[in-house]
């Protein structure tokens, strides 16, 4: 399924077709970035936290939503580990900020960015999954957080992102103890929102990402920029923060041209999937 998939992508042109550690191709309003070192189980390396910076950044403009794969057996096994240098303080707080700007370009980017996860979902490669918006993880995933063992911390913004999908004792658990969960105990506690059979997460993912497309761009930039900011604001100010992007977003043309298409009943009522 997913050899057929991949090939009704396009390659993207320009810039993004310089980036060695990335596959990039287009499909009408999809976009598709896969993380392309299989052989290194798509450890995340500097130069691939900046090439996966350099590909939001430079989003095509028709694009309207985003998918994240991983070449191989797996989606990402975390921090490229034969990269670890002797870093001081300053030099490491730059070096997770590195991550922190190419996480939150996927975050709080243009387009909504759906992850297709299967095999290995560690360290590096959960924060990377926890920046988007949506996570598909097919049978064959498993979800890990190995630092404590290793010595280290998160630094590619795991500890703002994932207690916000699992709570702050599930992450402490992980980090403590090691803690693996499989594809269906990550689905139960919230590090997925779809789980799948094995080899089904492409797939899912790009009919999600291809369902997001079609939304309105206002509304979607508001789901995707102003709804974690409400959450993380008192609810006074919340409200304030809700009642303003509303409003800003029913008074666009295309919000008034799709309520009225379903006021004259040429717009599909909400349905069970």
Same mark, same amino acid.
């Given at each position: 399924?997913?050899?057929?998939?991949?090939?009704?992508?396009?390659?993207?042109?320009?810039?993004?077709?310089?980036?060695?550690?990335?596959?990039?191709?287009?499909?009408?309003?999809? $976009?598709?970035?896969?993380?392309?070192?299989?052989?290194?189980?798509?450890?995340?390396?500097?130069?691939?936290?900046?090439?996966?910076?350099?590909?939001?950044?430079?989003?095509?403009?028709?694009?309207?939503? @985003?998918?994240?794969?991983?070449?191989?057996?797996?989606?990402?096994?975390?921090?490229?580990?034969?990269?670890?240098?002797?870093?001081? @303080?300053?030099?490491?707080?730059?070096?997770?900020? $590195?991550?922190?700007?190419?996480?939150?370009?996927? *975050?709080?980017?243009?387009?909504?960015?759906?992850?297709?996860?299967?095999?290995?979902?560690?360290?590096?490669?959960?924060?990377?999954?926890?920046?988007?918006?949506?996570?598909?993880?097919?049978?064959?995933?498993?979800?890990?957080?190995?630092?404590?063992?290793?010595?280290?911390?998160?630094?590619?913004?795991?500890?703002?992102?994932?207690?916000?999908?699992?709570?702050?004792?599930?992450?402490?658990?992980? %980090?403590?103890?090691?803690?693996?969960?499989?594809?269906?105990?990550?689905?139960?506690?919230?590090?997925?929102?779809?789980?799948?059979?094995?080899?089904?997460?492409?797939?899912?993912?790009?009919?999600?990402?291809?369902? %997001?497309?079609?939304?309105?761009?206002?509304?979607?930039?508001?789901? %995707?920029?102003?709804?974690?900011?409400?959450?993380?604001?008192?609810?006074?100010?919340?409200?304030?923060?809700?009642?303003?992007?509303?409003?800003?977003?029913?008074? $666009?043309?295309?919000?008034? *041209?799709?309520?009225?298409?379903?006021?004259? !009943?040429?717009?599909? !009522?909400?349905?069970?999937?």
């Amino acid at each position: 399924m997913s050899d057929s998939i991949l090939s009704s992508f396009e390659p993207a042109g320009g810039v993004l077709a310089q980036l060695d550690l990335l596959q990039v191709g287009v499909h009408g309003p999809v $976009m598709h970035v896969r993380l392309a070192r299989p052989a290194k189980r798509n450890a995340l390396s500097d130069t691939l936290i900046a090439q996966l910076h350099t590909a939001f950044v430079n989003v095509p403009e028709h694009v309207r939503a @985003a998918v994240v794969s991983g070449a191989g057996e797996h989606f990402c096994a975390g921090l490229d580990l034969g990269e670890l240098v002797d870093r001081d @303080a300053g030099e490491g707080v730059l070096h997770s900020r $590195m991550w922190h700007a190419a996480f939150d370009q996927i *975050q709080f980017g243009r387009v909504p960015v759906v992850a297709a996860l299967h095999g290995a979902v560690i360290g590096g490669g959960l924060e990377l999954a926890s920046a988007c918006h949506v996570r598909v993880a097919d049978s064959s995933t498993y979800f890990g957080l190995p630092e404590g063992q290793r010595g280290l911390f998160v630094g590619g913004g795991g500890s703002a992102r994932i207690p916000r999908l699992i709570g702050v004792a599930r992450m402490t658990d992980m %980090m403590l103890t090691g803690r693996v969960h499989d594809a269906r105990e990550g689905h139960a506690v919230g590090l997925a929102q779809y789980l799948v059979d094995d080899g089904q997460a492409l797939a899912k993912a790009v009919a999600l990402a291809q369902r %997001m497309a079609e939304n309105a761009p206002l509304s979607n930039f508001a789901v %995707m920029q102003a709804l974690p900011r409400i959450a993380d604001q008192s609810q006074s100010d919340g409200l304030l923060t809700e009642s303003l992007m509303a409003a800003v977003a029913e008074s $666009m043309p295309e919000a008034k *041209q799709r309520l009225r298409a379903f006021l004259d !009943k040429r717009a599909g !009522k909400v349905v069970k999937s």
